[in-house]
């Protein structure tokens, strides 16, 4: 896992925990429906980032394997 990987994880489920507390969902689907947003905003920023470095953000390493 990068440090880009990494923080776009982060990306995510920060999103997704503000939008929770903004909307104040009620239920298995509306919470899906946020964590769906929260992961889209990562997606398409993760795609921008690879956009402008030419590469792939995701590896197949794991934490311990960038050590």
Do not use: F, H, Y
Request: glycine share 8%.
């Amino acid at each position: 896992m990068t440090n880009l990987e990494l923080v776009l994880n982060m990306l995510a489920e920060a999103t997704t925990t503000e939008i929770s507390r903004e909307k104040q969902p009620a239920g298995l689907e509306q919470n899906r429906t946020i964590a769906i947003q929260g992961g889209t905003i990562a997606g398409n920023t993760r795609k921008e980032i690879e956009e402008k470095i030419g590469k792939p953000v995701v590896s197949a390493k794991n934490a311990k394997q960038l050590k």
